[in-house]
């Protein structure tokens, strides 16, 4: 139907188009959030794993010979780069929640726009620091051993930092987790809505089609 048969339903249906359009960019947003959560999330579980790697390097290092603890702090400090590294690979989009960056979704309701807002867990653009973790970062094991001396309190620093960064972390993951939870149901909600507002705009000014059919049919008995 067009306007001329019914403006007003008309005019309603396309309120209803609009809204649903608008709707659906704001889905768009919700699906890029979602993934920028979810890889923000993959480099803390994989940063979990390799702050275990380190902790049992440290561990080793304690009953070692200065030789082997030597090998040992090696090894744990291309450990810990690598946490640093893989904190800065876990960005989607040139947005990264291991770093300093801030995401701003935005959901579309009757009342205008409403937003979520999250922010990044480290200090700056390029570092990933949480509680424990960036005083390690930053001394690595280079105070593990005074010429052949191994400083067993030193390592034993070392794995008590990195036992801070496993809670700090699991606390950090749980508010992935729910900011992803939330989007997750604005998503699908939202979904739902576009699928309801299409149909209302269709009920409004699809043709009835048994009336369009005995209309045809009465004009072929005419002719």
């Known amino acids: 139907n067009s306007a001329l048969d019914d403006p007003i339903n008309f005019f309603t249906a396309q309120e209803h188009r609009l809204r649903a359009s608008d709707l659906a960019a704001r889905k768009d947003g919700m ?37 082997d603890a ?3 702090r090696s090894q744990y400090n291309t450990v810990m780069n690598q946490i ?12 990264n929640l291991l770093q300093s960056a801030e995401l701003t ?8 726009k ?11 653009s390029t570092t990933f620091n949480i509680n424990g973790l960036d005083t390690e970062m930053a001394a690595l094991g280079s105070a593990w051993i005074s010429g052949t001396t191994i400083d067993a309190t ?3 620093n070392s794995i008590d930092n990195l036992e801070t960064a496993r809670g700090e972390l699991r ?15 604005r998503e699908e909600f939202t979904g739902q ?25 009465m004009l072929q008995t005419r002719q």
């Open 31 to 67: 699906s890029e959030a979602i993934q920028t959560i979810k890889a923000a999330n993959v480099g803390v579980e994989n940063i979990n794993s390799l702050i275990a790697q380190a902790k049992s390097l440290a561990q080793s290092a304690l009953s070692a010979t200065s030789t």
């Open 70 to 72: 030597i090998t040992f």
């Open 84 to 95: 640093s590294q893989m904190a800065a690979d876990s960005g989607y989009k040139g947005t």
């Open 105 to 112: 979704i935005e959901f579309a309701s009757e009342a205008g």
């Open 114 to 124: 409403s937003t979520l807002n999250l922010t990044g867990f480290g200090d700056t």
């Open 154 to 156: 030193e390592i034993q």
């Open 171 to 185: 606390v950090r993951s749980k508010t992935l987790s729910s900011s992803l939870s939330i989007i997750t149901a």
């Open 193 to 217: 809505m576009i699928n309801t507002l299409g149909d209302g705009a269709s009920k409004l000014t699809e043709a009835d089609m048994n009336e369009e059919g005995a209309n045809m049919l």
